[in-house]
Nanobody, 126 residues
């Protein structure tokens, strides 16, 4: 399985960050996998942002829930992240990942059964 993040590398404050993860080698609708977005600001730890399950159900970090939306396009085998009203403090490397099962889908750690993309740098700046 391979995952590849894509999207703008620069977003202005207060705007919406939009990223897409393209998956190859496996379907995003396959049980029991969950598909997550995780980010890492410079000098800080990993933060789980949200996940979309094989079924299409979505789950969000409570601290980001009001500003986050995760969706999918099964015809393209892609899932996407939208984060509204971004601030410069949200400059980070954004990763997409496949989690092996639902009960660990909200983990911020790299787990043994995970597959991760290489990450994409997003800078929030005017």
């Amino acid at each position: 399985v391979q995952l590849q993040e894509s999207g703008p590398g620069l977003v202005k404050p207060s705007q919406t960050l939009s990223l897409t993860c393209t998956v190859s080698g496996g379907s995003i609708t396959t049980y029991p996998y969950y598909w997550s977005w995780i980010r890492q600001p410079p000098g800080k730890g990993l933060e789980w942002m949200g996940s979309i399950a094989y079924s299409g159900s979505t789950y969000y970090n409570p601290t980001l829930k009001s500003r986050t939306s995760i969706s999918r396009d099964t015809s393209k085998n892609q899932f996407s992240l939208q984060l509204s009203s971004v601030t410069p403090e949200e400059t980070a490397v954004y990763y997409c990942a496949r989690r092996g099962r639902g009960d660990v889908s909200n983990s911020a750690a790299r787990l043994p059964d995970d597959y991760w993309g290489q990450g994409t740098q997003v800078t929030v700046s005017a």
